[in-house]
């Protein structure tokens, strides 16, 4: 948010195909869709958007520095309206970093499950400590 109408973001040098660019040449009308997958929220921004060349105060706001990518110019959308919409058939998705700390306790209680299997194999004397029963 660079003001209280004004979403900005970087470009980036990508595949080449400018399309955002070759759109808004020709119509400055835009539309954002904002999902959050995990809250099952989604958020509709209508508005206007511009393309901005070779100002690096406005890049220097708008890129992260541990992001790699080069960017190559920024685009500016003004809000002029923005409504939440239905959370019907949004699905929930997890990043994995949220599903490796939901699963967790899990996975180390499998792991304490197949050691103590893997002891009591080897205490029958069955000869398969390890991997699972046939």
């Given amino acids: 948010m660079l ?8 470009d980036f ?4 195909q ?4 070759s759109n808004l040449a020709g119509n400055d009308r835009a539309y954002l869709f904002l999902l ?9 921004v ?9 100002d ?3 890049m220097e706001k708008l890129i992260d520095p ?3 990518a080069r960017p190559e110019r920024a685009v500016l959308f003004t809000i002029e309206a923005w409504d939440i919409n239905c959370s019907q ?3 929930e998705r997890y990043t994995q970093g949220k599903i490796a700390v939901a699963t967790a306790g899990l996975r180390e209680r499998i792991a304490a499950l197949e050691a103590e299997n893997a002891r009591l194999r080897a205490s029958q004397g069955t000869g398969q400590e390890t991997g699972p029963a046939p």
């Fill in 56 to 58: 690096p105060a406005l």
């Fill in 89 to 91: 058939h949004i699905t």
């Fill in 18 to 21: 400018y399309i955002t660019i």
């Fill in 3 to 10: 003001d209280d109408r004004t979403l900005g973001f970087a």
């Fill in 36 to 44: 959050d997958f995990a809250n099952r929220q989604r958020i509709k």
């Fill in 46 to 54: 209508w508005g206007r958007a511009r393309v901005v060349e070779n």
């Fill in 13 to 16: 040098a990508g595949n080449k």
């Fill in 66 to 68: 541990a992001y790699r």
